[in-house]
């Protein structure tokens, strides 16, 4: 199951069953099932409480996951994102909110899978994957 949450109040999610649609696709594609995976909406402020609490980083980001599967072929896992970063994000690389969002949104769900982003190649993997599943994303919202 895929749940959507928003911790701030005046953030509304479009398109929540188109999207739920792709991040299953997304799954489905790299050969897993879909657990119980839930994207928390969130502030910069808590993201950033978060990062230092429990990674030890006192710095910005736009998106923590934290995976929770227990099953090696179901993906369970919470993505916490900061809006405010996935807005800044999208007028510094030139691209709308909602595109912005879903990269950020399936760059977590890649790291539930079990990609990783710390070596530059393994970066460069994430990123081709990110760009194939938004083309995918587009197949979805005709």
């Known amino acids: 199951m895929i749940s959507f949450h928003s911790l701030i109040p005046d953030f509304q999610l479009k398109k929540k069953r188109e999207i739920k649609s792709w991040i299953k696709r997304v799954i489905e594609i790299e050969n897993q099932k879909v657990g119980q995976v839930d994207i928390i909406f969130c502030s910069d402020e808590y993201l950033l409480e978060m990062n230092t609490k429990y990674l030890n980083h006192n710095y910005l980001t736009d998106i923590i996951t934290f995976g929770l599967s227990e099953d090696t072929k179901k993906i369970s896992g919470d ?33 539930l899978i079990g990609y990783d982003d710390k070596q530059k190649s393994d970066k460069q993997v994430m990123t081709g994957k ?13």
């Open 79 to 111: 993505l916490f994102i900061s809006i405010e970063r996935v807005e800044e994000n999208s007028q510094t690389y030139n691209t709308t909110f909602d595109e912005e969002l879903r990269r950020v949104i399936v760059h977590g769900v890649l790291h």
């Open 130 to 142: 990110e760009d194939i599943y938004l083309s995918e994303f587009k197949k979805i919202d005709k």
